[in-house]
């Protein structure tokens, strides 16, 4: 069993929907990191969080300690939000290391 | 330019020959990492490196050498290059913990290697 996993592995939504991708964890953790990578490869970070709940645009990101859970919610997606977004772990055993969940490739239809 | 690029973008390579990819930081970032992406599994690191001259071994290092000389570049060679080394590769880099308002990742572009 992988340290993260991510949930659904692939999701489609239609313009304007509410979308929210999943991240579990099974180690003690002292960050949380979301990414985003674009069709043409670029990895980019969205956020890092380690306690409670950020939101940048139309992006919210939360995150449940205790449950080791965390949650990326994307509001009145669209289009351009088509991409493979990544959850990522620092364990506090691994130093400035990430642990990566395999990834949530998201197809939002006009 | 500033940020953290790669090259090539994307190699061809045949099977034994040794290949290096090249990355490159302007931010001056302490820590610097590199990751294969493959299908069906998430990012892996292959080496990763604190400081100039000093580095450790990810996960998935076999068949991988690093060198860091300088703070800005962190090459990986790839010894003899395999097939099952095809892949993409990711630089990333990131500052020590307190030093800047951010302990955010940066990374760069991709290479694509296919070793046939």
């Known amino acids: 069993k992988n340290e993260v996993e991510q949930s659904p592995q692939n999701l489609t939504a239609q313009e304007g929907e509410f979308i929210t991708i999943n991240c579990s964890y099974s180690?003690?953790?002292?960050?949380l990191h979301w990414l985003q990578q674009h069709p043409g490869g670029g990895i980019v970070s969205l956020f890092m969080?380690?306690?409670g709940k950020k939101k940048h645009g139309r992006l919210i990101a939360t995150i449940n300690i205790q449950e080791k859970h965390s949650s990326l919610h994307i509001t009145a997606s669209h289009p351009r939000d088509s991409a493979v977004y990544i959850c990522a772990v620092r364990s506090y055993t691994s130093g400035s290391r990430l642990t990566f969940g395999e990834g949530t490739q998201l197809t939002v239809n006009p | 330019d500033a940020g953290i690029t790669q090259s090539p973008r994307y190699k061809i390579t045949e099977t034994g020959r040794q290949v290096t990819l090249m990355c490159h930081q302007t931010?001056?970032?302490?820590?610097m990492f590199w990751y294969r992406q493959d299908l069906g599994h998430g990012l892996r690191l292959i080496y990763y490196?604190?400081?100039?001259?000093?580095?450790d071994k990810g996960e998935v290092s076999d068949g991988y050498v690093v060198s860091r000389s300088k703070t800005e570049n962190f090459p990986l060679t790839l010894e003899s290059a395999t097939r099952s080394q095809t892949s993409v590769y990711f630089c990333a880099s990131k500052r020590l913990p307190g030093q800047g308002p951010s302990d955010e990742a940066f990374f760069g572009q991709g290479t694509r290697l296919t070793v046939v």
């Open positions: 931010w001056s970032h302490s820590y």
């Open positions: 490196s604190a400081a100039a001259d000093i580095t």
């Open positions: 180690v003690g953790i002292s960050a």
């Open positions: 969080l380690s306690s």
